[in-house]
């Protein structure tokens, strides 16, 4: 069952209109996270809203939004204006234009939505729209407003529905000069070219998402695991840069290291763990009820790690 929708409207190309969905298209809801304790009682930490000046508690209904003017003035905004600041795109995506993929710039990106028909009817008017985007092989651009904000999205089709990419506006990207400006001016070699394409050469392959794997997830899981368990917990070895002294000679030895990674990745893969679709099933279970003093020394720690809900 697909997951609650982020958003309902319409979706409009010129006078052709049709009911539609917004489904979030990633979750991190798998991923390991923490909850932060007090050390000396292994209570949770619980935040508090306080007025800033007095120190009392402020209950939810008496907070409201304020836009800060200098260091003690706010303009105050209630739910209410935000609510009339009425946009089409409040509640209708209108495809304003076609583009060809390649003229977006990867740093507008955000995060992509599963875009579907919303109900039983306009399948048809959806269908229309996908395959015209299709046919045309263009992206189409329109506005959509998402928690109080509008985005640019990007509209794609994906098998029977429609991608929806969120896009920055030129305002929020950082000008790479402020970056760049002092990279030395250097001169490459054909030689270190020649070397260096040959590793690229030898590390080509296909994009195959489901050969990587999160270790940094799996290292959390088996670290949760010891301390359940009781294990004592052995730092492991970082690895350390080392300084490049003769950059020629590490472009020979990068070869042959790429040679031999270049046939391991052309093995066939692993059959992937079942747990690999969220990391829950490789967490130890835990059997009944906890008992008293002793499991909780070892065991308490362990609270900490929690599954973010979806």
């Known amino acids: ?32 996270s923490f ?9 949770r930490i619980k935040y ?27 303009i105050e905004v209630t739910k209410e204006e935000l609510e009339n600041v009425a946009l089409e795109s409040t509640r209708t995506i209108e495809i304003d234009e076609f583009v060809d993929k390649t003229d977006i710039d990867p740093r507008y990106l955000i995060r992509p939505y599963y875009l579907r028909p919303d109900g039983k009817v306009g399948h048809d008017a959806f269908a229309v729209i996908r395959e015209t985007i299709r046919e045309m092989d263009k992206v189409a651009i329109g506005r959509v407003v998402l928690t109080n904000r ?11 529905g429609l991608m929806g990419t969120l896009l920055r506006y030129p305002y929020e990207v950082r000008d790479p000069k402020e970056y760049f400006d002092e990279i030395q001016d250097v001169k490459v070699t054909k030689d270190m070219l020649d070397l260096a394409r040959h590793i690229v050469d030898q590390k080509s392959g296909n ?34 840069g080392e300084n490049v002294v003769d950059l020629m000679d590490a472009l020979r030895k990068s070869v042959g290291s790429a040679s031999v990674e270049a046939k391991d990745l052309k093995k066939p893969a692993k059959k992937a763990k079942k747990a690999e679709a969220g990391q ?14 002793k499991e909780a020394t070892t065991k308490k720690p362990a609270s900490g790690a929690r599954r973010k809900s979806a």
């Open 150 to 160: 509008e985005h640019i999205i990007a509209l794609e089709p994906l098998d029977e």
């Open 207 to 240: 994009f195959e998402p489901e050969k990587f794997e999160d270790q940094y997830e799996t290292a959390l899981v088996d670290l949760i695991n010891q301390k359940r368990a009781g294990k004592p917990i052995v730092p492991k070895d970082r690895p350390k």
């Open 48 to 74: 508090l809203k306080v007025d800033a000046d007095t120190g009392d508690e402020v209950a939810n209904e008496d907070i409201v939004k304020g836009y800060k003017v200098d260091t003690d003035t706010f």
């Open 35 to 43: 909850n932060q304790l007090n050390r000396a009682t292994g209570h």
């Open 280 to 293: 829950k099933e490789m967490l130890m279970p835990i059997a009944g009820k906890k008992p008293a003093a």
């Open 1 to 32: 069952m697909a997951p609650r929708a982020n958003w309902k409207g319409f979706l409009r190309l010129s006078l052709v209109t049709c009911p539609v969905a917004l489904y979030p298209a990633t979750s991190e809801s798998e991923k390991i």
